[in-house]
């Protein structure tokens, strides 16, 4: 294997109005630095594109510092160790990093996590293994998800929420989805396990939810937002929980979206509503790591993904994510 001297990478050139475009990214060369002491030289295998990066391209401050102008994006990957010069990694170890958006880098040992590279494919690092997983995880686990609820996730075949919904399924629960066409509807209830699962642009959100839970539901885990979590404040029950994970429907939003209508219902049926940053879980990784590991190795949690080839593909992938191109996690192979 050849050590990389230079890498290719995503640049954010301007900062999105509304749904991003091609023009918004490039792709540029740049030459790594000689490797140093302490240092591990990675090419990145498979890279990750995430709805939350879409608040990153603005100005402002958020939960999460905002992508710079002309330097590369970041995000999750998952590497295999060229060339190491620190003593805890060593060449042909696989690696997940925050250094996506690129085909190689240069990094310490503290900005990188060791992986089973007996686990495959190697991609689940970055979907039910990786961020998406560990915040459904997280997520059930915030509301103290039980046996017997009825569970409704919003974006049900993204990947947070087809995770969500496996996990929920395992914890004994009805689990209720909606996804954006009848294929991913298919998916929901064939491969994921859901109990019921529609698809939201064929019917308002709400006669369909309660057409799937005539009894209400006791759980929302939100991905979405906008009508899904409208018809949820209708649909849950006297002292209900909603996961507020994240609402794509209104990211590319110029201007602020109203809110539900029907919000008070969180007053009159004692609604508990709890915000989600995965982040804030990271002292719990190894427990993520054993259950739900435990979960996959064991054939019980299925890894749903849609696979891109190539860096120069990888904006088309992360636009993809607004128009419902992905079937669970959307990553990019980079090697």
Not at 31 to 51: C, E, G, I, K, Y
Not at 78 to 98: I, L
Not at 121 to 143: K, N, R
Not at 260 to 285: C, E, H, S, Y
């Amino acid at each position: 294997m050849i050590a990389p001297t230079t890498t290719r990478e995503i640049r954010l050139a301007s900062r999105p109005k509304g749904i991003p475009t091609a023009a918004n990214f490039t792709l540029a060369e740049s030459t790594l630095p000689p490797l140093q002491a302490q240092q591990v030289l990675v090419r990145n295998l498979f890279m990750s594109v995430d709805p939350y990066m879409r608040g990153r391209m603005n100005e402002g401050k958020s939960y999460v510092p905002p992508f710079e102008l002309g330097k590369a994006l970041d995000g999750g990957a998952v590497g295999e160790v060229v060339e190491s010069r620190a003593n805890e990694f060593k060449r042909g170890d696989v690696v997940t990093s925050r250094y996506g958006w690129r085909e190689a880098f240069v990094a310490a040992p503290k900005e990188l996590r060791a992986v089973d590279k007996a686990v495959q494919p190697l991609s689940v690092y970055l979907g039910t293994l990786g961020m998406p997983g560990m915040t459904a995880w997280a997520g059930l686990t915030l509301v103290e998800v039980k046996a017997g609820d009825v569970v409704f996730i919003s974006g049900a075949a993204g990947a947070v929420g087809n995770v969500a919904g496996q996990l929920a399924k395992l914890r004994g629960c009805r689990v209720i989805g909606s996804a954006g066409s009848e294929t991913k509807v298919k998916s929901l209830l064939d491969d994921c396990g859901f109990d019921a699962a529609f698809n939201y642009k064929t019917g308002p959100t709400l006669e369909q939810l309660n057409r799937a839970a005539p009894d209400g539901i006791d759980v929302y885990f939100d991905n979405v937002g906008g009508e899904s979590l409208e018809a949820a404040l209708t649909a849950l029950r006297a002292h209900g929980r909603i996961i507020a994970c994240g609402g794509i429907s209104s990211y590319n939003n110029e201007k602020p979206a109203p809110g539900p209508a029907n919000l008070f219902n969180v007053t009159t049926k004692r609604l508990t509503m709890k915000g989600l940053i995965v982040g804030d879980w990271l002292a719990r990784q190894n427990e993520f790591d054993k259950e739900v590991g435990g979960y996959f190795r064991a054939g019980k949690l299925k890894n749903k993904e849609t696979v891109v080839a190539g860096i120069d593909h990888a904006v088309e992938a992360f636009l993809g994510l607004f128009s419902g191109k992905n079937m669970g996690k959307m990553v990019v192979k980079l090697s």
